[in-house]
Every structure is written in C-alpha cells, then in structure tokens.
C-alpha cells in the first residue's frame, strides 16, 4: 500500500513561470513532510519541510502548503529556473522518529 | 560542516557473497537511517538508530542487519547477496528523531550484485 503518493511522474515548466508539485497521503499519523530534490546517482538534497501544526512554510523561492483535511501537500517554485531540473521527492513521517515514507517522485524540467 | 559521509561510493559484489557499507553522519548528528532505492521500488526505510539503538525496522529480509556505535557511525551489512540487492544505498542523519529535525541524506553507495 503506497501510503505517500506522488501521482505526476513529470512536471514540464517554462523558466521564470510557477512550478507546483503535489503529494498525496493516506495516513493520518504522519505528522511531519518534507520535500528533497535528487539527481541521478546522488542523495537527496533537503528542499523545505512542514509540521502538521502548519499550512504553510516559506524559503526564499519554496513554499510548502499542507492541507490536512485533503491529507494533500504541495511544492510551488516561483519563479522555476533551469537548475530546479531534477526529481523532487516528498517525504512523511511520524513526528517521533525518523522513518521516512517517501512518495515515488515527480521530474521536473524547466525550459528556457 | 561536513556532510553525511558514506564509504564505499561504488561497489560490485558476487551473488552470494556479503557487503559492509559505512556511514558517519554529520558532526553532533545522534539519528542515523537507511534507505534503499531501486528503479522498481523508489525510497524505501531500512533502519532508524539512535543513541546505538535500533528504533525501527523497515520490511526487508534478516540478510539486511545494521548496527550504530558509541560515536553514532553506522554500518549496514547485507549478507548472501542476491542480484535484486543491487541498489543506491543511501544514510542520512539528524540531531535527534522526531521534533521535526532535519533528515540529511549522503550521496549514497552503489552496489551492483553480479
């Protein structure tokens, strides 16, 4: 059972516009998300994270919003620069460990 | 600061033979993870330790054993490898589970079975 779903595989998006990436989730004891960006044969890199206690989070060109009644988050890049080209995972947990269940990921391109 | 180190980056192994891959995790950092990722399957969550305690398991064989040490490094074996074992290994590390710490991740050992 995916419980952290990512149902875009690929997101295409012109330079300066607004990138939204979005993630679906099932159990209603994540209380904590993240958002990880990773190129091929690399770790991923931390993007943005959000507490369940919140339905926003803001840094520089990210934002996160959460809606738990939809159990629905979404990633905005404004404005999308080439660099952003990458697979963007997000990722759940429990508030009180570090298991992370990730979602299977969206790539982004941004054209010029 | 350096980041989540881990060693070996790149091996190839034999069926049936086993792998030790090592991770030290960012200084003062006390929670290490594992993760596997494969084509097939994403992201998936080995094990979770902290303080040398093995806090969560994921759902992999018994042929897939960790262990932390008193200096939070980690090591992870796989044993009587199979073509399947083949994957990016990845560790991250955090200051502590939970309290919505930061969960950073190493550039990962790939291991290829043959």
């Known amino acids: 059972d995916q419980q952290v779903k990512q149902n875009s595989p690929s997101l295409s998006v012109q330079e300066g516009r607004i990138s939204i990436l979005n993630c679906d989730y099932t159990n209603s004891m994540f209380d904590y998300f993240l958002w990880y960006k990773k190129y091929p044969a690399e770790g991923p890199t931390f993007l943005i994270s959000i507490s369940s206690i919140k339905d926003k989070n803001e840094d520089g060109r990210f934002t996160v919003f959460l809606n738990k009644s939809a159990k629905h988050l979404s990633l905005h890049i404004v404005p999308s620069q080439p660099g952003d080209s990458a697979v963007y995972f997000c990722a759940a947990s429990d508030y009180n460990t570090d298991k992370l269940i990730f979602g299977t990921g969206t790539r982004l391109q941004v054209f010029p | 600061k350096a980041g989540v180190t881990q060693t070996p980056r790149y091996l190839i192994k034999t069926r049936g033979q086993q792998v030790t891959l090592s991770c030290s995790p960012i200084?003062?950092?006390?929670?290490v993870s594992w993760y596997q990722q494969t084509p097939g399957q994403g992201l998936q969550f080995l094990f979770e330790y902290f303080s040398e305690t093995q806090r969560n398991k994921g759902n992999f064989p018994g042929r897939f054993s960790g262990r932390q040490f008193s200096n939070s490094r980690s090591e992870m074996n796989v044993s009587t490898l199979e073509l399947g074992d083949s994957a990016l290994y990845l560790c991250?590390?955090?200051?502590?589970?939970?309290?919505?710490?930061?969960?950073?991740f190493g550039e990962g050992s790939w291991l290829t079975v043959v």
């Open positions: 200084s003062g950092h006390r929670s």
């Open positions: 991250a590390s955090s200051s502590g589970p939970g309290e919505g710490n930061t969960i950073y």
